[in-house]
């Protein structure tokens, strides 16, 4: 089936650090969500984008929608305890009735 | 405003029982998704519902897998009969047309199959 290609799979953060992760494909979405998952809940809404190019903001959350429709990032700027989780991508072709791909997550956890 | 409602939120089995698990989407919303959560093949689409009506099961997984969206405030996923194999974290999501794409997700069943 289709796949998105999540990285990186896990990473360590400390407090006050930016993180970073992305999300590609090898084929084209019009629309790339990004959800985060925290432990025994299910995945909540952080980010919609609807067009190439798209950076959108949420607190210290920002995700782009690429240029070239395959891939999205997501950005976590000064990190703080609370953003440990899951976080996954999820992508959207035209033309399907709201029928979302995931990827596999970004975990995320606190360095020890 | 309540969000999806998903029961029981633990089930533990044994290999051979019936198992139904239970939804209720956002009042107004007319679309109802089936996942299944596990560490090896994250999340999976089993089936979704637009407007009550079954658009894509291609995800269901083999025939002792039966999903039902008998009106547009509940949706029940069956698995008869349960395997191991089957255990797993089961999400209902639901969406509105008028919302565009966006899935708001249930707290999910986890299931136990001994």
């Known amino acids: 089936g289709q796949q998105l290609n999540q990285s990186p799979q896990s990473m360590f953060i400390q407090e006050g650090e930016d993180v970073s992760m992305n999300c590609t494909s090898s084929s084209i979405f019009n629309t790339w969500l990004w959800y985060k998952q925290d432990p025994g809940e299910g995945p909540v809404l952080l980010i919609a984008l609807y067009k190439a190019g798209e950076l959108t903001s949420n607190g210290r959350l920002t995700a782009q929608f690429g240029i070239t429709r395959k891939d999205s990032f997501l950005n976590i700027s000064a990190s703080i305890p609370s953003d440990v989780g899951i976080y996954f991508c999820a992508g959207q072709k035209g033309g399907s009735q709201g029928n979302l791909i995931f990827g596999k997550g970004t975990k995320l956890s606190v360095k020890p | 405003d309540a969000g999806v409602i998903q029961s029981p939120r633990h089930e533990v089995t044994e290999m051979g029982q019936e198992v139904t698990l239970r939804c209720k989407p956002i009042?107004?919303?007319?679309?109802l998704f089936w996942y299944r959560q596990t560490m090896m093949r994250g999340l999976e689409l089993l089936i979704y519902f637009n407007n009550n009506v079954p658009i894509d099961d291609s995800g269901m997984p083999e025939d002792r897998f039966s999903a039902k969206m008998p009106n547009a405030s509940f949706s029940t996923l069956k698995i008869q009969p349960s395997e191991p194999r089957d255990s797993a974290v089961y999400f209902c999501?639901?969406?509105?047309?008028?919302?565009?794409?966006?899935?708001?997700f249930g707290a999910g069943t986890r299931l136990s199959v001994l």
């Open positions: 999501a639901s969406s509105s047309g008028l919302a565009g794409l966006i899935q708001y």
């Open positions: 009042s107004g919303h007319n679309s």
